[in-house]
């Protein structure tokens, strides 16, 4: 968890990090973000006056208009939790919540790859794949405040490849971490697979997006192609998008971005294949410019948001 005190301008004043709340309650993580908040006002000496008040990203279901969080599948505690009023009780400061790729989403916006666009969607692929849409200045949340969650669209219906939730074939089976273990041991039982890498006495937790692209890097056949076929379910993707947004650019964030630009170049070359002539205006496709600062300079910036 990070906690940061942030600029209007979006430039990060002072942060830390925590990482010992995996087993605390909702409360005690909320007591425990209430005191590093405070610990950031007096470090910086910054007066309370002069403060907005606190941005709050986070995984999970979110309704933004009164800062409940709905589910949590990291933090199986915070279930229909009213997250911004127990932190405003103790910070005695206005709280604003959101989903943690809508806050990337803003920021990128304001501050990052999307800065001078009115209408820009923003897709991250880590762990998981999420995304947030700003249409005409604003953050677009639907109905339930919940809206932009890509990752579970289905874009294969004949897959394999089990999702987090349940299904199969969802854009976030294909392009995500968390199945990277599964994508693997599935393609190693095909004849002709073709690795350097011993896959087969690895546990599935040291098979991951760093591992991967390494082997990617290095020319590892097997990891060649697992990226690629990402890459290509990743610009099918980000082509449904397009055809239901229409926006004037795409960034994508996340710690996959990092597999690099031949990983990038296939997006865009998938992408711009499939749209071909029904795309009428350039839209680019970006790589997210604030990198792991991006959530929580967005949360802060949710406090700019018009409402
Ligand atoms: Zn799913």
Same mark, same amino acid.
């Given at each position: ?7 209007? $301008? &979006?430039?990060? *004043?002072?942060?830390?990090? #925590?990482? +010992?709340? %995996?087993?605390?309650?909702?409360? @005690?993580?909320?007591? /425990? ?32 208009? $009164? &800062?409940?969080? *709905?589910?949590?599948?990291? #933090?199986? +505690?915070? %279930?229909?939790?009213?997250?911004? @009023?127990?932190?405003? /009780? ?218």
């Amino acid at each position: 968890m990070v906690c940061a005190l942030v600029s209007s $301008d &979006g430039k990060i *004043i002072a942060r830390n990090v #925590f990482r +010992d709340h %995996r087993d605390l309650s909702a409360d @005690e993580i909320i007591a /425990e973000v209430a005191r590093h908040v405070n610990s950031l006002i007096l470090e910086t000496g910054v007066s309370t006056q002069d403060i907005l008040g606190i941005g709050v990203g986070t995984c999970g279901h979110v309704h933004h208009a $009164d &800062g409940m969080v *709905i589910t949590n599948s990291q #933090f199986s +505690d915070f %279930r229909n939790y009213p997250l911004a @009023e127990k932190l405003g /009780e103790l910070l005695k400061l206005p709280v604003v919540v959101d989903n943690d790729a809508n806050a990337q989403a803003y920021a990128e916006y304001k501050f990052g790859s999307a800065q001078g666009f009115r209408n820009a969607s923003f897709v991250t692929v880590s762990t998981g794949v999420g995304a947030g849409f700003v249409i005409d200045g604003k953050l677009f949340r639907g109905i339930g405040g919940t809206a932009g969650e890509i990752g579970h669209t289905i874009i294969n219906p004949f897959s394999t490849v089990r999702c987090g939730c349940g299904n199969y074939g969802c854009l976030m089976a294909h392009t995500s971490g968390q199945t990277l273990p599964q994508i693997v041991r599935q393609k190693l039982l095909q004849p002709g697979t073709d690795t350097t890498i011993d896959f087969k006495n690895m546990e599935d937790y040291e098979i991951n997006g760093e591992l991967i692209g390494k082997g990617f890097e290095e020319g590892d056949p097997l990891c060649t192609e697992i990226v690629m076929e990402n890459a290509d379910y990743l610009g099918l993707g980000l082509y449904n998008l397009f055809q239901v947004i229409d926006p004037e650019v795409i960034v994508i964030g996340g710690g996959l971005t990092n597999w690099g630009d031949r990983y990038l170049d296939r997006i865009r070359k998938t992408f711009y294949r499939t749209a071909g002539r029904m795309l009428s205006h350039p839209l680019e496709i970006r790589v997210a410019a604030l990198k792991e600062n991006a959530a929580v300079i967005g949360a802060a910036a949710l406090l700019l948001e018009p409402r």
